[in-house]
Every structure is written in structure tokens, then in C-alpha cells.
């Protein structure tokens, strides 16, 4: 499985090599999207790796199973968001982290959403593509996304979402000092007319939900808690932390009024799926927030 970090990735794009050939012609057949003269641009700047070590020479003979590595920064220097940022990008498909404070898509008259930001990065970049949503995260919610480049995979992966998706996880600062080690939660969530979800323990017509917690570290006033989810309803982090008696910090609309760090206190910190088109099992993870952390130093 290839593991990806928001710290590291972004950096550079990994190639095997299957055939004996000459570098620069593996370059040219291998790059999509790129031209001669900026991959040669690439190669003269030091921006290649061949099995781990810096090659600048055109004609560096390749061998099956050798591995290749092409620097990301020469195009990712266009890409510049305070909101997002790019952890893993190929053909088919964009993986980001967002910031709090920006929507996943448009909403009204709101134009800070990431597909916006996105879109522009592609027109920058010469790709002939549009970002297509997925899934979606709370505009005050942090963390990983993936968005799709074509229809065909926006399709595949909203269809399959639940097959695709096999690990999604969150980490939250909840308001009070949760004893238990783990757990889960599960009941029915629906909305009402002013689009509060609530939860009951019996079907009430809305959608079955299952939410598994383990605690990472506690205060006597706050916990920091894992969230895996089983199922992806909407709010059902903060309707379920609501419901265990320790509700999100910052979270306006489920919460107590509990905010210590002036914002909603939940990030989803990992996404791992299976590649809509080439199957290959993917892991991305971000670091827990520092702010989050220094509470329980």
C-alpha cells in the first residue's frame, strides 16, 4: 500500500521502470502533460532522482525495476492557498488538505471554496480539467479531501464511495474528560426542517449511523478523541460526540459553548481508498493540529 504524508508528499511523483531505455526518453513517454523543454528543464535543475540518487545526465542508461522520481515543486510553485493544500495529485484525481474556514464547494454567494481554488490551479497548470466533488467536509472542519479530475472517476467514486473508502478517520478536542478508553455509537440521524440533525435510538425514517471512538489523551476538561466512521452522515462526528455527553469544542450548532481554540475542533486526518481506476490501496494521514496537541501538554 502506498502511504502518503501531507508533510512529505507533493514533493515528488514515483515511477517504475519496466523497460531498458535511456532517461530522457523514458521521461518523455512516461510525464504526461509536459513538454520537452520543461521536462529537460526538470532534469538540467536537479529536479531527478534514479533509485533515490540525483541524475542530470540525458542519457543515464535505465534498467528494468530501477525506480524513478520526478520533482513536483517546478509545477507545484504555481499552486500557492493559505486554504488548501495539495497532498497527492495524478491524472484522475487530487487529494488536499483544507483549512478551516473555506467551503468544499460553492454555496450562495460564498466564492472561498476549494473546487474554485482548484479550477484556477488547473487553468494555471494547462491541464484540461475541472475538479468534481465527492464528498465534503463542514466549511469550519479541517483536514483531507479528495476530488475527482474527470467524470468518470467523480462517478466511479461517488457510486462506490462505501466500497472505495476503507479507513476514515477524524480527530477531535471534545469539551469535558471522557473515561472511557473506546467505544462506539450508533442510532438513527434525520434533519429537520431547519436542517438540526438529531439522533434516536429507534429508526425515526432517517439514515442508520455507526461511529467508533478511542481516547488519545484526556484532561479534566478536555479529550482528545479518534473517530472512525462506518458510516458518513452528515454531522455525524458532532452529533454523536454530542450525544456521548461531550460534545465538539467550538461547535456553534451541537456544542455547550465550550471553545477553547476559537474554532470547531475537528479534523479528518486520515483517508484511505482503493484508486477508482487503478485499484492500487491508498493511505493519506495529516498530523494532528498543533493547536490540539498543545491542550494536553
Known amino acids: 500500500m502506498k502511504k502518503y504524508s501531507s508533510q512529505k508528499v507533493g514533493e515528488y511523483t514515483h515511477y517504475e521502470v519496466r523497460k531498458e531505455q535511456p532517461l ?3 521521461l518523455l513517454e512516461t510525464i504526461e502533460g509536459q513538454s520537452r ?7 538540467q535543475g536537479r529536479g531527478i532522482k534514479v533509485d533515490g540518487k540525483v541524475v542530470t545526465q ?9 525506480k524513478v ?5 517546478k509545477r507545484n510553485d504555481r499552486f500557492k492557498s493559505r486554504y488548501v493544500k495539495i497532498v497527492y495529485e495524478d491524472r484522475h484525481l ?3 488538505e483544507k483549512e478551516i474556514g473555506i467551503l468544499s464547494m460553492a454555496a450562495g454567494h460564498a466564492s472561498l471554496n476549494v473546487k474554485a481554488v482548484l479550477d484556477k ?3 494555471q497548470t ?6 468534481h466533488v465527492v464528498h465534503r467536509l463542514d466549511r469550519d472542519t479541517s483536514g483531507l479531501m479528495v476530488y475527482a479530475k474527470d467524470m468518470e472517476t467523480e462517478q466511479i467514486l461517488e457510486h462506490n464511495w462505501h466500497d472505495i473508502v476503507f479507513d476514515r478517520r477524524y480527530v477531535a478536542v471534545v469539551s469535558g474528560e471522557v473515561l472511557d478508553e473506546g467505544g462506539t455509537i450508533a442510532n438513527w440521524l434525520k434533519d429537520n426542517k431547519a436542517y438540526f440533525t438529531y439522533s434516536s435510538p429507534v429508526d425515526n425514517g432517517g439514515k442508520y449511523a455507526v461511529t467508533h471512538f478511542h481516547t488519545l489523551a484526556r484532561t479534566t476538561d478536555h479529550s482528545l478523541l479518534e473517530f472512525k466512521l462506518e458510516t458518513g452522515r452528515k454531522n455525524q462526528i458532532r452529533v454523536h460526540a454530542a ?3 461531550h460534545p465538539v469544542c467550538g461547535d456553534a450548532k451541537y456544542g455547550n459553548g465550550d471553545d477553547p481554540l476559537h474554532r470547531l475542533c475537528l479534523h479528518a486526518y486520515m483517508l484511505c481508498f482503493y484508486h477508482p481506476i487503478t485499484g492500487e490501496p491508498m493511505e493519506f494521514t495529516t498530523p494532528v493540529p498543533t493547536q490540539f496537541r498543545k491542550l494536553f501538554q
Open 121 to 123: 490551479y488547473f487553468a
Open 126 to 131: 494547462r491541464q484540461k480539467c475541472r475538479a
Open 24 to 26: 530522457l526518453e523514458y
Open 58 to 66: 540525458f542519457d543515464f542508461p535505465l534498467r528494468p525495476g530501477m
Open 37 to 43: 523543454s520543461k521536462i529537460k528543464a526538470t532534469l
Open 94 to 96: 487530487v487529494v488536499v
Open 243 to 245: 450525544d456521548m455527553g
Open 69 to 73: 522520481a520526478v520533482s513536483k515543486t
